[in-house]
């Protein structure tokens, strides 16, 4: 079986070192130690996972993983860094799209393991998987629900929409579930705080037991290690933070909905965004109930 190919990217030569000695016998390392040298070694070769540093003069990690999901859309990516920094942290979401989100000191074992997924999934999706779609491929009978204790937001989202999508209304956790239960759901724009209650656990597990749903967040909420959490446990499709402007809030809804035709038409994208599993934290009970509720949906858990 072909070995992948792993780029990885950091300015300090002693990283991209032990990184090439840890991954010598897994895969085809390449390494390089600026921005620029990793674009030139992605355009003359292809490149299964990249993992790069965020902070790098010249060319910061988040830039370098935005011009490779340009040049080369279905390498893996991977951020690696010592540094939880918001701003960057969401724009690899954003912008990125990156698989995983990994900070140093690393534990060799759980590197190994995250990285060895992630060519997997890329070896086994090579191909045509970003072909352009079929004409009509966005279905308007998939509906957006909305997560949020605050009115205005459903105001405002339901009037982007109108006419065009059905917008449904939750503004708490059980109202949620008993939406996702009954509803035709593909896109769930959701706070992580609603009603007082945390609810980035049933993002989480919900993307873990329906892929094929495509999550927006919108918060005022930004510690950074809470948003590592929804990337690497939840994959969440975009991170808004509030107040945010009507235009950015349509067009990163549009982009989720196509993304969740994209992946009803080409099921295999799916395995791009197989997460971590979410420990219970400090509500197991809550866990256990929406873990629970979210298994009988209908369609089930799709194929991975």
Partial sequence: MAKAKVLFVDDEEHIVSTL??????????????????ALEIVKSNSIHVIVSDQRMPEMAGIELLREVKRLSPNTMRIMLTGYAD????????NDGEIYRYIYKPWNNKDVLATVTAAAEVALSLAG?????????????QTNI???????EVHVIIRKLFEGKRQVLSASSCDQALDILEQGNIGVVVA????ARQDISQLLKILKDQHPHMVT???????DANMVVGLINNGQIFRYLTKPVHTGQLRVSIEAALLYHAKCQHQPRLLSRHRVEKAEAGSSPGLTAMIMSRLKSLRGGVAAR
């Fill in 216 to 222: 927006v967040v919108l918060t005022a909420f930004n």
């Fill in 86 to 93: 918001f701003a960057a942290i969401v724009s690899s979401i």
């Fill in 20 to 37: 090439r000695s840890l991954f010598r016998n897994v895969c085809d390392v390449y390494t390089a130690t600026s921005g620029a040298q």
């Fill in 128 to 140: 045509d998987l970003y072909d352009a779609p079929p004409a009509g491929i966005e279905n308007a």
């Fill in 145 to 151: 629900l909305v997560v949020d204790d605050t009115p």
């Fill in 191 to 194: 706070d992580v705080f609603v």
